[in-house]
Nanobody, 118 residues
Framework: VQLQACGGGLAQPGGCMRL?????????????MGWYRQFPGKQRELVAS???????DYADSVKGRFTISRDNAKNTVYLQMNSLKPEDTAVYYC?????????????WGQGTLVTVSS
């Protein structure tokens, strides 16, 4: 499983940015994809996820501002971030996981830094 994230950079408060994450392999369409973020000194937290069927879930802090979507033809998951706030500044990671019995294995893309500042 390989995940390649891109996007990120500097945005102004109130601005927008789109992250994308390309996945290797035909497995993509069958698995949940997610975006996490990590603040300095904190654990990664779930930002948004999308199931294979297209159902989405969001952290309360981003509801109404962020949109996760997936393009199974391109093996790519996106995170559209609107109305950005300085507190959205973090390193963002795309994610997928597998459950093997009771054990969950997480796979991560490389982090991409999003900075929201004027």
């Amino acid at each position: 499983v390989q995940l390649q994230a891109c996007g990120g950079g500097l945005a102004q408060p109130g601005g927008c940015m789109r992250l994308s994450c390309a996945a290797s392999g035909s497995w993509f369409r069958d698995y949940v994809m997610g975006w996490y973020r990590q603040f300095p000194g904190k654990q990664r937290e779930l930002v948004a996820s999308v199931t294979s069927g297209g159902s989405t879930d969001y952290a309360d802090s981003v509801k109404g501002r962020f949109t996760i979507s997936r393009d199974n033809a391109k093996n790519t998951v996106y995170l559209q971030m609107n109305s950005l706030k300085p507190e959205d500044t973090a390193v963002y990671y795309c994610n997928t996981y597998r459950n093997y019995g009771k054990q969950r294995y997480d796979y991560w893309g490389q982090g991409t830094l999003v900075t929201v500042s004027s």
